[in-house]
């Protein structure tokens, strides 16, 4: 096989695709300004989707020296790389924000529910504690409360 | 997601102490699950545990199943309280990639006394 044989296009459309895919979970997601709307990733998947475009017209193409198998993996390789995608699009758009309403949760303007909770030493805390007891010697102004997933 | 949002808050620390606002971290965690990640993050704010989803039930912010096995867990959410114990500004993402930044958190300090 010489090299003009090789259909470059595809191949460095699959390999743009996994790369987008799993930059965003791997280095995106850690900045705001990537992780909040993944415009990086959707722009590398549009240049993917270019490459694999090129690739499968390459790969369809008469003058390939083993027409079959050309077509078979030119078949495989897009499918993949569509699913990766689809699977990306998915994630982020969808799977996402299947999240509860939580319409029952405290409003501006009202009193949050007072409680009492361990913290990472076992010491019980309550919020009335994290609302009174000094930040660098001076009384606080407030407290934010981050809810979160957990499960690392 | 959350890692993201924590890192955020742990390097914004000097800036929510001198507004006088202390962050507080909930969550399913046991204490020594919050302890590792806490040691191995790096964060030096206080971290919660609800482990019976008490408060996260009182609060409505069950996402039921969503854990470990099917188990209950917080859903991302973010309450400003001020020291009279009334909410000041809430934030109940709908996307879980979408996180309240630090610097939004803190442009409502001054909604505070």
């Given at each position: 096989m010489n090299a003009r044989q090789i259909n470059w296009p595809l191949w460095a459309g699959v390999l743009l695709t996994l790369i987008a895919g799993f930059s965003y979970i791997a280095?995106?997601?850690?900045?705001p300004i990537t992780r909040d709307f993944p415009w990086v990733n959707l722009l590398m998947f549009a240049v993917a989707a270019v490459f694999l475009w090129l690739g499968l017209r390459r790969g369809f193409?008469?003058?390939?020296?083993h027409p079959t198998r050309s077509k078979i993996i030119t078949s495989l390789v897009t499918t993949f790389s569509v699913l990766v995608i689809a699977l990306f699009l998915l994630s982020y758009f969808?799977?996402?924000?299947?999240?509860?309403?939580?319409?029952?949760a405290p409003q501006v303007g009202q009193k949050i529910p007072e409680f009492t909770l361990p913290d990472s030493t076992g010491r019980q805390v309550s919020l009335n504690e994290l609302l009174t007891a000094p930040i660098d010697g001076k009384a606080p102004k407030g407290v934010l409360l981050i809810f979160y997933r957990g499960y690392w | 997601m959350c890692n993201s949002e924590l890192r955020g808050i742990e390097k914004s620390l000097a800036s929510f102490n001198q507004a006088g606002i202390r962050p507080v971290a909930i969550s399913v965690d046991s204490p020594e699950v919050s302890r590792n990640l806490m040691q191995q993050a790096g964060y030096t704010f206080p971290f919660l545990s609800d482990q019976k989803t008490e408060v996260i039930r009182r609060y409505d912010l069950v996402h039921a199943?969503?854990?470990?096995?099917?188990a209950d867990i917080a859903r991302p959410a973010e309450f400003l309280v001020d020291k009279t114990g009334t909410v000041r500004w809430i934030n109940l993402t709908e996307n879980y990639f979408v996180r309240a930044r630090p610097e939004e958190v803190l442009d409502k300090a001054n909604l505070l006394e």
């Open positions: 280095v995106f997601v850690w900045f193409s008469r003058d390939r020296a969808v799977f996402a924000r299947w999240l509860p309403p939580s319409t029952g | 199943g969503a854990g470990e096995n099917g």
